[in-house]
């Protein structure tokens, strides 16, 4: 029977071309600390911290600190002193980036839905932000923390792993006391959410057209398409 739902948030509760999302969030940081880097090394270094956190295997060490570990000696600078930077940039910078994206009108129906009905409910965003980007834009999705009590949010300052490693998948599973099994993973990237999940004996439903089809030779996912549908596929197959 399934348990959990581990939601993905962008292109999935939330319409969020990414591409396009990230170049606007590295020129938005990179403007805003302008006065104190060069945009370009600032960027430069931000991005080489992130691949730290693809890269983290420890499962002692936090996505944070695997990004503070490299972030903060190369800009010369500690926590301490940029922490306050980038509280401002996230509370009053980041909300700029707010008309890229639009809510997905399926999304609050099915959290209303899937909380009444009992579900654990994890949003399963790759956690490379700190949880204030994460709740922004779960606003934005028209699903806020205020509103819904997520089991959990997967963000840089309590996980150990990133998408699309198994062990991301396997502590979500862990933090809500899961078995793999009483879990679906409902996202749009086959890379980063689906055949992950998969490997680690979750069910999966892609969100994706029925033009779309799964690389050849790999397992199909319990369903496919877009969220309304699985709105309806949940409600007849929550007993797998």
């Not at 993905?8 to 403007?31: C, H, K, P, S, W």
């Not at 800009?75 to 980041?94: A, C, G, K, V, W």
């Not at 639009?102 to 409910?121: D, K, M, V």
Request: charged content about 20%; some cysteine.
């Amino acid at each position: 029977m399934i348990h959990a739902l581990l939601l993905d948030l962008d292109n999935t509760l939330l319409e969020n071309q990414m591409d396009r999302f990230i170049i606007a969030y590295m020129a938005a940081v990179g403007q805003y600390m302008a006065d104190r880097f060069p945009p370009e090394v600032f960027i430069k270094h931000l991005m080489t911290a992130t691949n730290a956190m693809l890269l983290n295997r420890d499962p002692a060490r936090t996505n944070q600190e695997a990004f503070d570990a490299v972030f903060f000696p190369l800009i010369q600078r500690s926590r301490e002193e940029m922490e306050p930077l980038f509280d401002d940039f996230y509370t009053n910078h980041f909300p700029t980036l707010r008309p890229l994206t639009r809510p997905n009108p399926e999304a609050r129906p099915l959290l209303e839905w899937a909380f009444a009905e009992g579900f654990q409910i994890a949003i399963a965003t790759n956690p490379l932000f700190p949880l204030t980007a994460i709740a922004q834009r779960l606003d934005w999705a028209g699903v806020p923390v205020e509103a819904f009590p997520y089991h959990l949010i997967t963000s840089y300052e309590h996980m150990h792993a990133t998408k699309p490693q198994p062990a991301y998948f396997l502590e979500i599973a862990q933090r809500l006391g899961c078995q793999v099994e009483e879990c679906i993973m409902v996202g749009d990237d086959w890379e980063q959410d689906i055949r992950p999940a998969m490997s680690v004996g979750m069910h999966t439903y892609w969100i994706a057209n029925g033009d779309q089809k799964p690389p050849e030779g790999e397992p199909l996912p319990a369903g496919q398409g877009s969220l309304a549908d699985f709105g309806r596929w949940i409600r007849a197959n929550r007993m797998l």
